[in-house]
């Protein structure tokens, strides 16, 4: 009983002191906003490449953009594209959709893939010492897809649970 009663006094002390401020502490002064600047390079391939450093951390978050999302789903296959980006990281023709996941999570990665309206993305996170060999998997699931017939099933399965039901 004692301990609830000194909770409760130390709670009322804490509200009562915050009552009493009555205006709001003087603003700090204004900072100039350090935004890194962006270096932009066309590949021969005719890929783009925007490359923003920030050398704080240890850490590169990579995306690659394809600029088509849902907008060119056909007529009556909403959904087609986000489907579609969805199962790049469900196996390719040299890994298992297994062996994705814990290839990428023994190097502490984050592999990613989705569709909106107006993009596809392949995305990464990912220290930047094991760049390279998380680079390997984002290359892999780009350019050797399989779509195997059960997790094209079970990626319809669940974009049905998560469609809401009419009545």
Do not use: C
């Amino acid at each position: 009983m004692k301990r609830f009663v000194v909770v409760a006094l130390l709670a009322l002390s804490s509200f009562a002191q915050v009552a009493e401020q009555t205006t709001p502490p003087a603003p700090s002064a204004p900072r100039q906003p350090q935004i890194p600047t962006a270096v932009e390079k066309t590949l021969a391939n005719g890929l783009r490449v925007v490359v923003v450093e920030t050398h704080n951390v240890p850490l590169v978050s990579a995306r690659l953009v394809i600029k088509t999302g849902g907008e060119a789903d056909p007529a009556g296959h909403g959904g087609l594209a986000d489907t579609t980006a969805s199962l790049l990281t469900k196996g390719t023709t040299t890994k298992s959709a297994e062996a994705i996941a814990q290839g990428v999570e023994a190097l502490g990665a984050l592999l990613t893939s989705g569709a909106g309206f107006d993009a596809s993305n392949v995305d990464l996170n990912v220290m930047s010492p094991k760049l390279p060999e998380a680079m390997a998997f984002v290359a892999d699931v780009v350019r050797r897809p399989t779509f195997k017939k059960d997790e094209v099933e079970r990626q319809k399965e669940r974009r049905a649970q998560r469609r809401p039901q009419r009545s």
